[in-house]
């Protein structure tokens, strides 16, 4: 059925186009299974049917599961698709913490280009939020993570009766978002949360490829001086301030 759908569609192709490019997306929330043997259904779908994956006549995009991309069958997923593309967060921190306005001002113009569809004619940080300090904050606790920073702003709105949103709207999204991701983190695993924040470095195992899964664990690139490609990894700002996560710090201190 869908080669059908594909092979109809192509006749409102534009002049000069012969192919569809079909997005597959969503499969990078794949809940990670393993059965008996170890093996996992990551592997089965991405490896094990990769000729079907690939049989489609059109240009396929496909979102992988991030852990996979770091484990061990990552040689065995670039022989079949090539390099895959990863997209890392925008930065809106630098390596040693402080903020990094081009990254910040991107981060807005995302909120903004939401915003104009809705209220063309408000001013972001002074009519929409209540002043650029609260739009600020929630950028920033958005670690630079697109779908966090949406939806932190959609709890925050949603926690408004009229705008502006305020600081204590802002605050409150922020507090009920932490709090999810303090449920995400399993006991063992504040101490990895802990040394990340401080090497900004990670080691490439199950441990941390889980809690890179469930982003608490973001990935950042850069350019250097050379113009080589450099990776570093933090923890999401969100879980800065949970209890549990200070005390793991304050042991390594």
Same mark, same amino acid.
């Given at each position: 059925?869908?080669?059908?759908?594909?092979?109809?569609?192509?006749?409102?192709?534009?002049?000069?186009?012969?192919?569809?490019?079909?997005?597959?997306?969503?499969?990078?929330?794949?809940?990670?299974?393993?059965?008996?043997?170890?093996?996992?259904?990551?592997?089965?779908?991405?490896?094990? $049917?990769?000729?079907?994956?690939?049989?489609?006549?059109?240009?396929?995009?496909?979102?992988?599961?991030?852990?996979?991309?770091?484990?061990?069958?990552?040689?065995?997923?670039?022989?079949?698709?090539?390099?895959?593309?990863?997209?890392?967060?925008?930065?809106?921190?630098?390596?040693?913490?402080?903020?990094?306005?081009?990254?910040?001002?991107k981060v807005k113009e995302v909120i903004n280009k939401r915003v104009r569809q809705i209220a063309p004619e408000l001013l972001l940080?002074?009519?929409?939020?209540?002043?650029?300090?609260?739009?600020?904050?929630?950028?920033?606790?958005?670690?630079?993570?697109? $779908?966090?920073?949406?939806?932190?702003?959609?709890?925050?709105?949603?926690?408004?009766?009229?705008?502006?949103?305020?600081?204590?709207?802002?605050?409150?999204?922020?507090?009920?978002?932490?709090?999810?991701?303090?449920?995400?983190?399993?006991?063992?695993?504040?101490?990895?949360?802990?040394?990340?924040?401080?090497?900004?470095?990670?080691?490439?195992?199950?441990?941390? $490829?889980?809690?890179?899964?469930?982003?608490?664990?973001?990935?950042?690139?850069?350019?250097?001086?050379?113009?080589?490609?450099?990776?570093?990894?933090?923890?999401?700002?969100?879980?800065?301030?949970?209890?549990?996560?200070?005390?793991?710090?304050?042991?390594?201190?």
């Open positions: 059925m869908l080669n059908e759908f594909l092979v109809d569609a192509k006749q409102h192709l534009p002049n000069g186009y012969n192919k569809l490019a079909v997005i597959v997306d969503n499969l990078d929330r794949m809940v990670l299974v393993k059965d008996g043997d170890g093996r996992t259904n990551y592997e089965e779908v991405f490896l094990d $049917r990769s000729e079907q994956l690939q049989a489609l006549d059109c240009h396929l995009i496909y979102t992988v599961p991030i852990s996979m991309v770091y484990s061990t069958r990552a040689t065995d997923l670039r022989d079949i698709y090539g390099d895959p593309q990863l997209l890392p967060m925008i930065m809106v921190n630098t390596l040693k913490g402080d903020i990094y306005q081009p990254g910040l001002k940080e002074t009519e929409i939020f209540d002043s650029p300090q609260t739009l600020d904050r929630l950028c920033l606790m958005s670690g630079g993570h697109v $779908r966090n920073l949406l939806l932190l702003t959609q709890d925050a709105i949603g926690r408004t009766e009229e705008l502006p949103v305020s600081e204590k709207a802002v605050r409150r999204a922020i507090t009920q978002a932490r709090d999810t991701y303090r449920r995400a983190v399993e006991n063992h695993q504040w101490c990895l949360l802990a040394e990340v924040s401080c090497s900004k470095r990670i080691i490439n195992d199950d441990l941390y $490829r889980s809690l890179m899964y469930n982003r608490c664990l973001l990935e950042y690139r850069y350019l250097d001086d050379d113009g080589e490609m450099q990776r570093w990894y933090d923890i999401h700002p969100l879980i800065q301030g949970i209890p549990e996560f200070k005390e793991a710090v304050a042991k390594l201190s």
